[in-house]
């Protein structure tokens, strides 16, 4: 079954490759979509794919790259729509 996830991770996670890693990630996973740094420090993503894969991904978020430090992650599921061909960084 595929699905979208929101992601919006807080803690240090701007400056520290946080969007690089995610995107390294999703593409090893193959899963598709993007993720962008938020005006308040924090960092947000949107997931799609083979619901084992999102998960994974979203799992992986939890931690995120050494240089980082996750405080909370909030997900929210959402309608899959299947309209990304890849995954991207948006700046």
């Known amino acids: 079954m595929k699905i979208r996830t929101m992601v919006i991770v807080k803690g240090l ?3 520290v490759n946080f969007r690089r890693f995610t995107q ?7 899963v598709t979509g993007w993720v962008q740094n938020l005006p308040d420090g924090s960092v947000e993503g ?8 999102v998960l994974a991904l979203v799992d992986w978020c939890r931690t995120g790259p050494s ?5 909370a992650v909030v997900t929210e599921r959402d309608t899959y ?3 990304f061909d890849d995954f991207a960084i948006r700046r």
Do not use: H, P, W
């Open 13 to 15: 996670v701007q400056r």
């Open 67 to 71: 240089a980082s430090r996750v405080d």
């Open 24 to 30: 390294q990630n999703a593409i090893r996973l193959q």
């Open 81 to 83: 729509t299947g309209e």
């Open 46 to 53: 949107c997931f799609e794919g083979e619901e084992a894969k």
